[in-house]
Every structure is written in structure tokens, then in C-alpha cells.
């Protein structure tokens, strides 16, 4: 069974907010994936291949010396496709550990859709979408399904309408962008055990997430100079003073551009 598995750090279990001590982060993102690579051994039969893309900030977080045999890495930034990175439509099945909310829209922790410094808000097609969806719809583009998503409670409650048969883990309940109540380390692990054996004997009932072409992505940045910096990029539509637009047939260049726009905001910062 070949599998790919995005791991961000927010929706991990035992972290609250961006400012805890950078090997506490590298512990604790190798700790939950080592527990997802267990649990998806144990369902699995035959030969196991793991593709992981080390998706928080600049991709640098795993301890590779812990990690068994059989998984690859992709690691660094920039990259073109930055957390589904290496996807193509030879995988069976995707994971995605560690996941959080999207921008402004729920409590959540460290609530935020791929640069807290640059994006408040996106919508693809008129629906407010977050990380979750815009990911798993790149990796509906090449007919793979998301069968296992984890994060806090918010998580949940936001994407759950969007992925009716995937298997979600809750690590944790937010309390605010920077504050959470975790549940027993122990309950996490074996939720995870459960919930990876089900995803992988539900795997083909679980469709890939695919939404009609096509598709016109609008992003509202923070502030009127991130949004006409964005503008420039050739295709993209300033909407008004904060918002700029972007649209295609083929999700991959929405994915691109959206990449591109939160890469040129963050350049466009003052000193």
C-alpha cells in the first residue's frame, strides 16, 4: 500500500501556540507520526510506502534518525506543491496529521490558512475552504482520497461536512488561538490505532474530494499592499482593496497560485 501523509504542527497533541521551544516541536511532530506509522503497519498487508511531506513552516521539523526504513521525506522549502509536495496518482491513499482551522473562522487553535502573516481568508468557488480542503482537493486532482485527518476539536467541527467518511482524530480541545485542554496522551495513541485500522479497511469507500470546474479562488490578505503585491501575478484580479482573485480549469494552477500569493505577500511586508 502506498500512502502519503502531510504533517503540519498546530493540530498536534502537546503544543499550544508557534512560540514552544523548537525541539519540543521536532519531538513532538516525530512522536505523533512514529504512532500513525505504527498504527498503519499493523493494517496494513504486504509492502508498506510512505511518502511524508514535513509541511510546518519551512518543512525542517522531523527527526529523520527515528523514522523507519521504508519512509521517504520530502523536507525544505520552497517547493512547487509546498505540503502535497510528490503526490501524484500512483498513491492509494492520503493522511493528514497535525491539521488545524482555517483564518478567523472558528477558535481554533493557532487558526490560521498557510501564511498567519499574509492570509485572512479564502474561498474557492464561493465556499470558505482551509487547508484541509484546498489539500485534499490537489490530491482529488489525482484521484487519491484523504481517508484520516487529525487536529483539535474546531478542525472538526469545520471540515467534518466536507469529508463525510473520512476518519478524524481529535488531539485536543482549543480554548483559544493559544491555549488548549489535550486529552491523555495515551487516549490519543489508541484513538489513532483504531482510527487508521478503519480508514484503511474503508479505503475504497471513501471518495476523493472533487469539486465541478471551473474553479476561481479569492483571497482576502491583511492589508491593501499584500493584496496589490499579489495582483501582479499574471492571471490574478484585484477584487478590491484587500481581495485578489485567480481562475483556472485545472487545480493545479489554483494551488500554485495560491502558494504564489501567500510566498509574495510575506515578501511584501515592510521592515
Not at 192 to 211: C, D, F, L, T
Request: proline fraction near 4%.
Amino acid at each position: 500500500m502506498k500512502i502519503y501523509i502531510s504533517i503540519d504542527m498546530e493540530g498536534l497533541w502537546g503544543l499550544s501556540s508557534w512560540s514552544e521551544d523548537k525541539q519540543d516541536i521536532k519531538r513532538a511532530i516525530t512522536r505523533e507520526l512514529k504512532v500513525v506509522l505504527g498504527a498503519l503497519e499493523k493494517s496494513t498487508r504486504g509492502k508498506l510506502n510512505v511518502l511524508v511531506a514535513d509541511s510546518h513552516s519551512y518543512g525542517e521539523n522531523l527527526i529523520m534518525e527515528e523514522l523507519p526504513d521504508y519512509v521517504e521525506v520530502i523536507r525544505g522549502y520552497p517547493r512547487k506543491f509546498y505540503m502535497m509536495h510528490g503526490l501524484d496518482e500512483t498513491f492509494d491513499a492520503c493522511m493528514f496529521i497535525g491539521y488545524h482551522t482555517p483564518c478567523g473562522l472558528t477558535p481554533g487553535q493557532m487558526d490560521h490558512t498557510y501564511s498567519s502573516s499574509s492570509i485572512f481568508k479564502i474561498e474557492i468557488n464561493g465556499r470558505s475552504v482551509g487547508e484541509s480542503e484546498i489539500n485534499a482537493l490537489l490530491a482529488g486532482h489525482f484521484n487519491v482520497p484523504v481517508i484520516l485527518i487529525s487536529g483539535d476539536n474546531q478542525l472538526f467541527n469545520f471540515s467534518k461536512k466536507n469529508f463525510p467518511k473520512t476518519q478524524f482524530v481529535i488531539t485536543k480541545y482549543a480554548i483559544s488561538k493559544f491555549a488548549a485542554r489535550m486529552r491523555p496522551w495515551k487516549e490519543v495513541v489508541e484513538e489513532y490505532k483504531i482510527k487508521v485500522r478503519k480508514a484503511v479497511e474503508n479505503i475504497e469507500k471513501i471518495s476523493p474530494i472533487k469539486w465541478e470546474p471551473p474553479y476561481t479562488v479569492e483571497i482576502e490578505l491583511l492589508d491593501t499592499s499584500k493584496a496589490y503585491t499579489a495582483s501582479i501575478i499574471p492571471g490574478a484580479a484585484l477584487v478590491d482593496g484587500r481581495k485578489v482573485s485567480f481562475s483556472s480549469s485545472d487545480f493545479k494552477d489554483i494551488y500554485r497560485f495560491i502558494m504564489s500569493t501567500s510566498l509574495i505577500a510575506w515578501a511584501a511586508r515592510k521592515s
